[in-house]
């Protein structure tokens, strides 16, 4: 590791912080009799007190100079505003410009990335850089193209990469909104960024119609933490489970109503910055995954045998914000998650929503979801699903007029996000491709599902988990 590498890491974060200490491989495991601290229990979840699941920090920027050429790839394809494959209006010399972009992809040297896996940060920035210049390499080809061909110097450093991040090798949530942000200046004395003071560092379109479609999510998340909170102490009182204890958890379920209500109005306001039209036509396609239409070619992983450990991805969704472990981490602390998503919630593009049962078990979309999320925090989702204490039992157990009745408050705040949420889908997916004279496929969510159908049934599954008020 250089010099440089190691300054970054500890610049970057306190010295004692697990992700500064060298990591061990992840397919290998600890070596014995060391502590594996990429799993552990509390703040090993990677969930920060002031920011939840985004990082306390600004994430890096710029990889250290040995994997520049990618960071300069990536930079050209931004900066020369490389334009969709897709697009009617394509000039020649547009057409020439991508042409040599991907030229330089397919020519450039294989890096190897072992030096990479001694860091948490880098490794998150490889999967960024590299799943970014995949997009702008399978987006810019022709449509007419029959055969996706990820070229190998990218195949290998970023599936080797999303091997040891155990993700999947394609852009993510993560990748355009946890760890695509910087303070648009400093604020020495926040503990937190003030949710008007990030930007983006990273585009496709280079649009405010973009970034305000990632901001949105960002600031969600950051208001959401405070859930994180009332979740946390709702749990430490669960696990008293006296009268008063009862009494501060309805207290904290009511001020948990109040902060979805500030999450809904959130999500509204990306209407303020981001066209249904521009983001539809010219930011959507970009994010496409392997699966957002039936009848796209498939993404063929070139040089994928030169190294035996790596096997060809079978997950290959578009980002989606359904992959914000926030949202499902209040659907599991309220034990809504046995409703909005339960088992037979794949919403398959194509398949009624919720599926028949004798069809046979596929992942629901909150299981494949968490295939998309950094395996830190699909460890919390999975601590917070194993909580001894669930609360609905014990809203359902305590036969408690007004604890049922914040519970249901929270529950309904919940159902009402959702009912925004569909209006938002509405607007950015079903308006446009209408408008545009498209149907079936173009009204596919990135994360692969018929979008309206699914977020409908996801939020008439919410509302149907309120508890009835206890006979008097
Ligand atoms: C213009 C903005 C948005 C659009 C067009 C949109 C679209 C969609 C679509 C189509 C789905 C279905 C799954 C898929 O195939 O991807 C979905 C799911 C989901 N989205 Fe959004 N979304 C937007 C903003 C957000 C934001 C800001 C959040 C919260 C951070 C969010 C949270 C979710 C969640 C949690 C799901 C899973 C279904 C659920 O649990 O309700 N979305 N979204």
Redesign the pocket.
């Known amino acids: 590791m250089s010099l440089d590498l190691h300054d970054l890491i500890l610049h970057a974060l306190p010295s004692e912080h697990f992700l500064a200490q060298p990591r061990p491989d992840a397919a290998l495991g600890p070596p014995v009799g060391t502590v594996d601290t990429t799993t552990l229990a509390a703040h090993d979840f990677d969930v920060d007190t002031r920011t939840g699941f985004m990082p306390p920090q600004p994430p890096i920027t710029r990889l250290p100079p040995a994997w520049e050429s990618w960071e300069e790839l990536l930079d050209d394809a931004r900066d020369g505003k490389l334009k969709l494959g897709e697009r009617p209006d394509l000039s020649e010399d547009d057409k020439a410009l991508s042409d040599r972009w991907r030229a330089r992809v397919r020519e450039m040297p294989v890096l190897p990335t072992d030096d990479l896996k001694l860091s948490e940060l880098l490794l998150r920035r490889a999967h960024l850089v590299l799943a970014w210049i995949m997009h702008f390499y399978i987006r810019t080809l022709p449509p007419s193209t029959a055969d996706v061909r990820v070229p190998a110097p990218l195949t290998l450093p970023l599936l080797q990469v999303s091997q040891h991040l155990q993700l999947p090798p394609v852009l993510t949530y993560s990748d355009d909104v946890l760890y695509n942000w910087a303070l648009k200046h400093a604020e020495p004395l926040a503990p937190a960024p003030s949710l008007d003071n990030l930007r983006c560092v990273t585009l496709f379109t280079g649009t405010q119609d973009e970034e305000e ?1 990632y901001l ?2 960002a600031r ?1 998340e950051l208001r959401g933490v405070e859930a994180l909170g009332l979740m946390r102490a709702t749990m430490d009182e669960a696990f008293v489970g006296d009268e008063i204890a009862i009494r501060r958890i309805s207290a904290y379920l009511h001020s948990l109503s109040v902060v979805i209500a500030d999450l809904t109005k959130l ?1 509204l306001a ?1 209407r303020e910055g ?1 066209d249904p039209d521009v ?1 539809y036509h010219q930011i959507r396609p970009w994010f496409r995954g392997a699966d957002s239409d039936a009848n796209a070619p498939q993404w063929i992983f070139e040089g994928i045998e030169r190294d035996p450990t790596l096997h060809a991805p079978v997950e290959l969704s578009g980002p ?3 992959q ?1 472990a ?3 981490a209040l ?1 599991i602390f309220l034990g809504v998650d046995k409703y ?2 339960a088992a037979h919630m794949t ?1 398959k593009a194509g398949q009624p929503a919720p599926a028949p049962a004798h069809e046979k078990a596929q992942a629901s ?1 909150l299981e494949r979801m968490k295939l998309y999320m950094p395996r830190h925090h699909r460890a919390f989702l999975g601590h917070l699903q194993a909580n001894p204490r669930p609360l609905r039992a014990l809203v359902e157990g305590a036969s408690d007029a007004k604890l049922t009745e914040a519970y249901n408050a929270a529950v309904g705040a919940l159902k009402v996000f ?1 009912d925004a ?1 569909v209006r ?2 509405a607007l ?2 079903v308006g446009p491709s209408r408008r545009a004279g498209q149907s079936g496929d173009a009204a ?6 018929s ?1 309206i159908r ?2 409908k049934s ?1 939020r008439d599954q919410t509302a149907s988990a309120v508890i009835p008020q206890p006979e008097a």
């Open positions: 479609f949105a999510s969600i999500l990306v981001c983001f989606s914000a359904g914000s926030l949202v499902h659907d909005s998503h919403g979309f959702r949420h938002i889908v950015y997916i596919r969510g990135t994360g692969g599902t979008a699914f977020v996801v």
